[in-house]
């Protein structure tokens, strides 16, 4: 890494170096200019990561947070049924930070956001005596489409994405190399990339308006289908416990029906791997609550670990259960987040 | 002001109570959602402010660093030509910080917003080792009246919408009570004003947008009218200077004809009160390059301030020039800011 400080070149100096990172079209104005679809909804979303607090370099490289930072404001834009079209960037440096760290942050970012044809759309940095780096994202989304933790319905069927405490895991082989010995090397890497490279779900939006439009054709149009869901950022258990707090409803979870990865069932135990799959957080996956016969084609197109993992109900809380009856009931709770204070 | 520390309620327990500040039905989903007008392209700006670099509270009172924070966004848009939607507030607080401390925060930036029909739409809050506060502001604007900083044309004349110097007088009258003894207790005040609840010249785009409309009927509809400005949040001088450099320009500015708050005059020399006009910074006016027709009616219409102050030249500099023929001309050159590493 080049020994170049920010003091050296100073604010103007980064800044001027940072622009490289956004389209030169959008820069160098009091504010970038964005055009919208017609008929579609603004969506944003803000985030904060502080250096010791949100991300160290301990397990994470400086374009893993850049990816990172980049791939948790998309999921968000993704929970909310939402296209991305940027994001802003305001970041806090000390004059010690090294100027290519920040430029492998850019870097980590832009290339989350080309997957997902998005953009940096500009930016403010300051000088601060700790990194901070405040991620603003937006997006567009149909009016009708959009997809809140409070629509959930009893009857509704509570659709996962993809695996479940594989972050959680890759983690673990991070700060703990010496685990996982029985783990063959592509799954070792495999838990690893799904922690310091998390995909947002935004490539599951364009197969669930599909499904939708299919069916209003052939439904009563006027029987509208709202949607609910959110990221599991903060764990699977975290956001169906959040859902059916915000709409009102409970939930019931089958406990075999959580997709896991395989290669986990390798190295812990079965309480282990699902303790990770409900509580371990930041796989990025969206848990949707939808009327099941959209659920069951959903998770038929989708393939690969996509799940119905339960249903909505008119308890007064969240059930982990057990149909084997191997395992007593659980009631999920809220999971408050770490306590930051 | 209460004792109650942010470690006493943590995180969760301060979003909760600074989401007072936000529309209901904005909040508690993954990202906000609004409605922008059809047609209309986005337009966004991002600042970062850090406690004891941007803001400290020997001059400013936590409202006032609130308002402060709010006007310099929605300046920024009002110097694109945008209408604000909105703001997110990424906020960074130490344990330390007082829970009433960060209330009076967003009480000032509500009570800014609030004069211009926009609202907090989302935000973030964690532990950092400093306070600090990142806003991005949102707004629409018709894609044919963006106001770029690149679109002066020789001929152009140099409008500025209201007084320049008056934040840099009250900042120094904060700064050093004893000073200014001349000034009546209004002017005083007014000048204090000036300096901690700054108002971003939102005011004047529906008149803008009245006369070109007009312009546009009686003139061929062929010829459009590309606007250029920007705010002269870092000084009337350095507003000019970069519409300049960045249209590949040139610009005469008459000394006589920049707009001085008249106490300044009771107070100090006039070769200082024009160094504060020029340099002094966080007035938020806008200064806009218009054809002369349009320049003329707008500054009639205004009134109160607003005046020509010069014209866009080929040249290749920005000359001070004075009619009277006291001053010698001065080339004005670009403020690099304040370096702050």
Same mark, same amino acid.
């Not at 999921?75 to 940027?86: E, F, H, R, Y």
């Given at each position: 890494?080049?020994?170049?400080?920010?003091?050296?070149?100073?604010?103007?100096?980064?800044?001027?170096?940072?622009?490289?990172?956004?389209?030169?079209?959008?820069?160098?104005?009091?504010?970038?200019?964005?055009?919208?679809?017609?008929?579609?909804?603004?969506?944003? +979303?803000?985030?904060?990561?502080? &250096?010791? =607090?949100?991300?160290?370099?301990? %397990?994470? *490289?400086?374009?893993?947070? /850049?990816?990172?930072?980049?791939a948790a404001?998309?999921?968000?834009?993704?929970?909310?049924?939402?296209?991305?079209?940027?994001?802003?960037?305001?970041?806090?440096v000390t004059?010690?930070?090294?100027?290519?760290?920040?430029?492998?942050?850019?870097?980590?970012?832009?290339?989350?956001?080309?997957?997902?044809? +998005?953009?940096?759309?500009?930016? &403010?940095? =300051?000088?601060?005596?700790?990194? %901070?780096? *405040?991620?603003?994202?937006? /997006?567009?989304?149909?009016?009708?489409?959009?997809?809140?933790?409070?629509?959930?319905?009893?009857?509704?069927?509570?659709?996962?994405?993809?695996?479940?405490?594989?972050?959680?895991?890759?983690?673990?082989?991070?700060?703990?190399?010496?685990?996982?010995?029985?783990?063959?090397?592509?799954?070792?890497?495999?838990?690893?990339?799904?922690?310091?490279?998390?995909?947002?779900?935004?490539?599951?939006?364009?197969?669930?308006?599909?499904?939708?439009?299919?069916?209003?054709?052939?439904?009563?149009?006027?029987?509208?289908?709202?949607?609910?869901?959110?990221?599991?950022?903060?764990?699977?258990?975290?956001?169906?416990?959040?859902?059916?707090?915000?709409?009102?409803?409970?939930?019931?979870i089958e406990?075999?029906?959580?997709?896991?990865?395989?290669?986990?069932?390798?190295?812990?135990?079965?309480?282990?791997?699902?303790?990770?799959?409900?509580?371990?957080?930041?796989?990025?996956?969206?848990?949707?609550?939808?009327?099941?016969?959209?659920?069951?084609?959903?998770?038929?197109?989708?393939?690969?670990?996509?799940?119905?993992?339960?249903?909505?109900?008119?308890?007064?809380?969240?059930?982990?259960?057990?149909?084997?009856?191997?395992?007593?009931?659980?009631?999920?709770?809220?999971?408050?987040?770490?306590?930051?204070?």
């Open positions: 890494m080049s020994s170049l400080k920010v003091r050296d070149i100073g604010e103007q100096g980064l800044l001027k170096r940072l622009q490289s990172f956004c389209p030169a079209d959008i820069i160098g104005d009091d504010a970038a200019v964005m055009q919208m679809s017609p008929g579609q909804s603004l969506v944003v +979303t803000t985030d904060v990561l502080v &250096d010791g =607090v949100h991300f160290s370099d301990r %397990t994470t *490289s400086p374009s893993d947070v /850049g990816w990172r930072a980049a404001n998309l999921s968000d834009l993704a929970a909310m049924g939402a296209t991305p079209l940027g994001i802003t960037i305001g970041l806090g004059g010690d930070t090294a100027v290519s760290w920040v430029e492998q942050v850019y870097q980590g970012m832009t290339e989350c956001l080309q997957q997902y044809n +998005t953009v940096i759309a500009g930016g &403010d940095v =300051v000088r601060s005596p700790v990194i %901070t780096i *405040s991620i603003t994202a937006f /997006g567009e989304a149909f009016p009708h489409r959009i997809i809140r933790r409070s629509n959930a319905k009893v009857g509704d069927a509570i659709v996962v994405t993809g695996f479940h405490g594989a972050s959680r895991a890759g983690l673990e082989l991070l700060l703990h190399p010496e685990l996982g010995k029985n783990l063959s090397e592509a799954d070792r890497k495999s838990l690893i990339q799904a922690h310091q490279r998390p995909k947002p779900r935004l490539d599951i939006l364009p197969t669930l308006w599909d499904i939708l439009d299919y069916q209003s054709k052939i439904q009563n149009p006027k029987s509208k289908i709202e949607l609910a869901g959110m990221d599991s950022s903060d764990g699977l258990a975290d956001a169906v416990v959040q859902i059916c707090k915000m709409s009102g409803v409970g939930g019931r406990r075999s029906h959580i997709p896991i990865p395989q290669s986990l069932h390798n190295w812990i135990s079965p309480e282990q791997a699902i303790k990770w799959a409900l509580y371990g957080g930041e796989d990025f996956e969206l848990v949707l609550c939808l009327p099941p016969e959209v659920a069951k084609i959903l998770v038929k197109r989708l393939g690969n670990s996509a799940a119905i993992v339960g249903r909505i109900t008119s308890d007064s809380d969240v059930r982990l259960v057990d149909a084997a009856g191997c395992y007593p009931e659980e009631v999920l709770s809220l999971i408050q987040g770490f306590q930051h204070f």
